[in-house]
């Protein structure tokens, strides 16, 4: 089984960190595993020009093909972003609305596959789980199945406070246990249900 990993950060740091992390983690467990990373990506925004609708293929040519070919290879998806103005990260976003182009060549391409959310902020209570609810409404669109770590905790998924820093992300012990957790759930929806 595929785990397709997108890391919404601008920057090779803590979100990079964690996500690198889940997926070693994954791969330890007998998954294949593929990190699709924005550092130096261009990925432009949905201009809403419907070409895709007529054409079945998306009139921009970034690397969102890169993002295209993984997310219809993949099982599982784990979108993960800093907190960035209580939300998830431009990059991320930007991904998100361009997947509309994949839907127009096949409305069901997405459905059925297990997702799950990673949201590092650099406070504590910065808006993780606002950045958890906009990557759940993405997989709830998509028909995506949403994992969470359960009910007794990491309710919406992974939640990490760098405090700006790849150190202290390294330190957060709480958020690498929620991390484990959202793991643990989400290895098992991909074993019932895939
Ligand atoms: C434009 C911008 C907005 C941010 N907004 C928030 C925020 O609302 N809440 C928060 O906790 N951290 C916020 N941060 C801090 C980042 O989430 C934090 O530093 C994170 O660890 C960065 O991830 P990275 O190291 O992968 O780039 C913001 C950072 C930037 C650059």
Redesign the pocket.
Known sequence: MKVFGI?G?????????VIENALYKLKDNGFDTELFSCIGKTIKPCMHCDYCLENKKCIVEDDMADVYRNLQEADGIILAT??????ISANLAAIMDRTRALEAIDYNILRGKIGMSIA?????????DFAHLKNITYFMIHGIIPVSGGPFGSNLGAS???????DD?KNDDYGMKSLDRTLVEFEKFLKKYI
């Not at 800093?82 to 939300?87: E, M, R, Y």
């Not at 590092?120 to 993780?128: A, F, H, K, L």
């Open positions: 890391c950060s601008f920057r090779s740091n803590t979100t990079e960190y800093p907190v960035q103005s209580g939300g590092v902020g650099g406070d504590r209570t910065g808006g993780q990490f406070w760098s405090n700006d820093s790849l992300i």
